[in-house]
């Protein structure tokens, strides 16, 4: 390896550590989230605990443990306990007064069902007297599987698959989800009223849509039972899924079935949401790092999304441009951006789309001379693996090649974790305590 790629890889991986360390779950609830003089400050809104006999807090999302740590640490002792639910292998410490469940994502599992069913008899116990916190991050959706009757788990978990394979983005899937759910789209705010319920709300989706964050369990919903109807023949999915699930969606597209709470609901009267962390936060700091290490840096979006294949190849034009013509940015040169795009799953072979996208783009740049393309998840998984993403470089395909590589071969299957892992070109950072979507760090000296 060229001691010019080797330093580039350094100042990525720093580069994109410098935008984790800016979005942490915990720093970021503890700057939206404080106590001082009987007086809990979230956002800026501010609450007497004195008019509350119990606080709860309620967390669920892949940051969801370092969310609550932080937030539990701030209440103290006048917490009187609650549940939190993450993915298996990011409960990172136990969380005193609470209890802490693993579960599974993307698709769910039998523990999420049951701690879904806690929290929903927990949220039936509140009254106007009580305080609940609510900790949300990316994965929420799946990690809270609270299907309607007669809609079942494994009806759900179907659904949510081929939702997945048919490339639906975050937001058709949580407009079906929403809809098979007792808890999505505002209902947990509506099983909590009359309590009092502030929401920390970290960001893994385009544009901070507080409607799609988790699926909303405490945001007014705009989508309708019809929207998820058109999400399945969007798709072509109506004779795929289960017939419980079609059946239930029409039913409620007739009226038959109560829609999801809509803004101007009195159960949102007492409910106040606060973004603590997003992506744009995290390219800022990616930025700054940059900055220090000599680059000139340029966020293009942080709201990047679509076919992965697409925006990697947008991506590695503008890098090639930016090294042959200076435009948008002189080298050295720091292209970042943010959001999260979706694979259109065709193959069946290992990787995430933070990997596919390091790879289309590895074939887009490939002999470009002092070009890297590192493309990583800030929650640390990427896909079904252990990876956060993949690093290419324009001597990626040849490295590849002499090991018995081929690219293509490797995209088409949709099996781009082996081919980064024979080159030594994953990105791993196990979990990372946030989930704010995606980076793209694109690197030239």
């Given at each position: 390896?060229?001691?010019t ?32 003089s009987?007086?809990?400050?979230v ?10 006999d ?21 209440i ?14 990011h ?55 609270s ?20 490339g ?16 999505k ?5 509506s ?7 502030v929401?920390?709300?970290?960001s ?20 309708t039972?019809?929207?998820?109807l058109?999400?399945?023949?969007k798709?072509s ?30 159960v ?47 991506h ?13 940015v002189?080298p ?6 943010g ?7 065709k ?16 074939i ?5 001379e ?25 001597d ?9 590589l ?21 990105v791993?950072?196990?979990p990372?305590?946030t989930?704010?979507?995606?980076l ?6």
């Amino acid at each position: 390896m060229k001691a010019t790629e080797r330093q580039l890889r350094r100042d990525a991986v720093a580069i994109f550590r410098a935008g984790l360390a800016s979005v942490h779950a915990g720093n970021a609830v503890r700057s939206h989230f404080s106590l001082r003089s009987g007086t809990l400050t979230v956002g800026n809104r501010r609450f007497r605990l004195d008019e509350f006999d119990r606080i709860f807090l309620i967390g669920a999302g892949k940051a969801a443990t370092a969310m609550c740590a932080a937030a539990a640490g701030v209440i103290g002792r006048r917490l009187t306990g609650g549940i939190v639910v993450t993915k298996h292998g990011h409960a990172a410490e136990s969380i005193p007064g609470l209890d802490v469940v693993e579960a599974g994502h993307p698709i769910p599992d039998e523990p999420g069902l049951a701690a879904a069913n806690a929290i929903t008899s927990l949220l039936r116990e509140l009254n106007a007297r009580d305080l609940l916190v609510v900790a949300v991050s990316g994965g929420a959706s799946a990690l809270l599987p609270s299907p309607k009757p007669p809609v079942t788990l494994a009806a759900k978990q179907k659904t949510t698959g081929l939702l997945l394979r048919a490339g639906a983005d975050i937001g058709e899937i949580n407009a079906v989800r929403k809809h098979l759910s007792l808890l999505k789209g505002g209902q947990l705010a509506s099983l909590a009223y009359p309590a009092t319920v502030v929401s920390l709300l970290l960001s893994d989706v385009i544009g901070d849509v507080l409607e799609t964050i988790g699926s909303g369990l405490t945001a007014p919903d705009k989508s309708t039972f019809a929207d998820a109807l058109g999400v399945l023949q969007k798709y072509s999915l109506e004779k795929r899924v289960p017939a419980t699930v079609l059946r239930h969606l029409q039913l409620g597209a007739k009226g038959k079935i109560a829609e999801t709470p809509k803004e101007g609901d009195p159960v949102f009267k007492k409910v106040h949401n606060v973004v603590v962390a997003s992506n744009r936060l995290a390219l800022q700091a990616a930025a700054v790092e940059a900055k220090r290490l000599g680059y000139r840096p340029l966020i293009l979006s942080s709201t990047i999304g679509g076919e992965t294949r697409e925006a990697a190849d947008m991506h590695a034009q503008i890098l090639r441009e930016a090294i042959s013509s200076g435009n948008p940015v002189p080298p050295p040169a720091c292209i970042l951006s943010g959001g999260e795009t979706t694979v259109s799953i065709k193959g069946n072979g290992k990787g995430g789309r933070n990997q596919e996208f390091a790879l289309a783009a590895a074939i887009e740049i490939a002999g470009l001379e002092n070009a890297l393309v590192l493309s990583a998840g800030t929650d640390g998984t990427d896909g079904p693996t252990d990876a956060a993403g993949a690093i290419a470089t324009g001597d990626t395909i040849k490295q590849a090649l002499a090991k018995g590589l081929h690219a293509r071969s490797h995209l088409n299957n949709n099996d781009s974790y082996p081919f980064f892992d024979v080159i030594d070109s994953l990105v791993k950072t196990g979990p990372t305590g946030t989930n704010v979507m995606d980076l793209h760090v694109l690197l030239t000296r």
